[in-house]
């Protein structure tokens, strides 16, 4: 069974937008203020600042603080993948409710089964980001534990502090990314269902979720109040 051509067209606008967009914000953040490379340059200055702390219990919660969300999204996306499984076995009575929907369009059970696997594809994807960010937090709470004393840090030189700012902000700031991978395929998904009513909408809501990435990164208040403008 092959999709229609429109559906193949929009499910084509769908990749190329959320991999292209993924590129984009790496190469554009590189030269450009973006919430990324600020919170990745405050989270070095973070390590950098724990090696002058004695006392980093502090530190450790807050490390658990960030790994208490992608345990939360990674259990809720076990579960969404359940469900959209499930509907792969009896979803009659929810085709003839979505084409109930105006200007839906009416296809048939095995499009409908290939649109609700793209979308487990997608939930999939999220789920092993956040499973990976989990780990990478893991391993930086390991690296804060493994951490020389203030004491040996005093006899040695400074350039050990960063060395050791260098490595383990990197890896929280992988962790972070991780994370942000996981919540940016949630912001697809949302586009995705979407494709259900209509291909024509799904493009439309595929290119409105990138405009909201785009300006939550570049050009968001948050960001404003970060870099202090």
């Known amino acids: 069974m092959i999709l229609p051509l429109i559906d193949c067209f929009a499910l084509f606008w769908f990749l190329l937008m959320w991999i292209g967009y993924d590129r984009f ?11 990324l490379r600020h919170v990745n340059e405050a989270r070095r200055d973070w390590m950098l600042k724990l090696t002058y702390r004695e006392n980093r219990i502090a530190d450790v919660a807050l490390m658990a603080n960030l790994s208490s969300s992608p345990t939360f999204f990674a259990s809720t996306t076990i579960i969404i993948i359940g469900g959209l499984f499930a509907m792969l076995g009896g979803n009659s009575k929810v085709v003839n409710v979505v084409q109930e929907i105006p200007f839906s369009v009416h296809v048939s059970e095995e499009v409908w089964n290939v649109k609700i696997i793209v979308l487990i594809c997608v939930f999939v994807f999220a789920f092993f980001r956040f499973t990976w960010a989990l780990r990478q937090f893991n391993f930086c709470s390991i690296l804060i534990g493994s951490a020389p004393n203030l004491a040996e ?17 990197r890896l929280v700031a992988l962790a972070g990314e991780s994370f942000n991978d996981g ?6 998904a949302i586009a995705a269902m979407t494709w259900f009513v209509q291909p024509w909408l799904f493009m439309i809501a595929t290119t409105v979720v990138v405009a909201v990435l785009y300006f939550r990164e ?12």
């Open 183 to 188: 919540l940016r395929g949630y912001y697809f």
């Open 25 to 35: 914000a790496d190469f554009w953040s590189n030269s450009h203020a973006s919430l």
């Open 153 to 169: 840090y005093k006899e040695g030189p400074d350039a050990d502090r960063s060395d050791f700012a260098d490595r383990s902000g």
């Open 218 to 229: 570049f050009h968001s208040s948050a960001l404003a109040a970060i870099v202090g403008r």
